[in-house]
């Protein structure tokens, strides 16, 4: 789980947030004023809310558990493919794209059916990102502004503007605590583990859930590249990094369930002497 923390100097923030995907979503925007122009300000919350409403519209597109839902309706065969939403044959294929490049860590071919949840949330997430809050950036005022769902963050920064988002990596071991802080202008962090929820990853080369899971953070320009990443890196386990190889350029982060670390930056493991230093 990542969290944006905010600095001694923050500027203000609109924050609007809704329950959906199984977590809670939030849609932050900063200004340097506390009350824009009542029309950058309109502009803003329409922003806002048409970021939260394509993620309803793409929760019940793709829940598994909707059964009025595309991906529902195709696993009973009450739909058709050709009839379906043409954005379920763009997460298919990228999905297909994962498990050739992740050598199978990843796929989203479950039980005899397509179910992309692992993939889906984070590209839901950056596609919103990219289509209602990127205008934004054009606006009088207007400083930054993110969207994010359990944690998982896609981040955008004007140009030149005097800020940075610092992003706080939880201690899977210490609830509560940060191991590091990401300071970012611009990209994605996701974190995948079983802090949260358990052993609920499964490795689809086996059929079985991973045990003694590390928790691993990825940092990338694309959400639904961190995203997908970090659930492969936790199914390769903490003494894997060969997928690295594979994977687009992103920096991150391992944790294994007894404390040990590993990190990485664009591609290349390293080694960092202070455990709390920051990621870059």
């Not at 919350?45 to 597109?61: C, F, N, T």
């Not at 990102?129 to 009088?140: I, M, W, Y």
């Not at 974190?191 to 003694?212: C, F, K, L, N, Y």
Request: glycine share 8%; aromatic share 4%; net charge negative.
């Amino acid at each position: 789980m990542s969290a944006a923390v905010p600095s001694a100097a923050s500027p203000h923030r609109h924050v609007r947030t809704a329950a959906l995907m199984g977590t809670v979503a939030s849609v932050h925007v900063l200004t340097a004023a506390p009350s824009p122009d009542p029309a950058v300000a309109a502009r803003i919350s329409d922003a806002q809310g048409a970021a939260l409403d394509e993620l309803h519209e793409l929760d019940a597109l793709f829940s598994p558990f909707r059964s009025d839902s595309h991906i529902s309706r195709l696993r009973d065969g009450t739909l058709h493919p050709e009839d379906a939403d043409p954005r379920i044959l763009e997460v298919c294929e990228a999905c297909v794209r994962l498990a050739a490049d992740s050598g199978r860590r990843f796929d989203a071919n479950r039980d005899g059916w397509f179910d992309p949840t692992g993939y889906v949330k984070g590209w839901a997430v950056e596609r919103a990102a990219s289509r209602h809050l990127a205008p934004l950036l054009v606006e009088d005022g207007v400083i930054a502004a993110g969207l994010s769902a359990g944690g998982d963050m896609q981040l955008l920064t004007v140009p030149g503007a005097d800020w940075t988002w610092n992003v706080g990596i939880a201690d899977p071991l210490r609830p509560g605590a940060l191991r590091a802080e990401v300071p970012l202008r611009d990209g994605a962090v996701a974190t995948s583990g079983p802090a949260e929820r358990g052993a609920h990853i499964v490795d689809p080369r086996t059929g079985r859930a991973v045990v003694d899971a590390p928790t691993a953070t990825v940092i990338a320009e694309r959400l639904s590249d961190a995203d997908a990443w970090a659930t492969i890196a936790v199914v390769a386990g903490f003494d894997d990094l060969t997928w690295l190889r594979a994977a687009p350029d992103c920096s991150g982060m391992l944790i294994a369930p007894d404390g040990r670390i590993r990190r990485w930056a664009h591609g290349v493991e390293v080694a960092v002497a202070d455990e709390l230093a920051l990621l870059s």
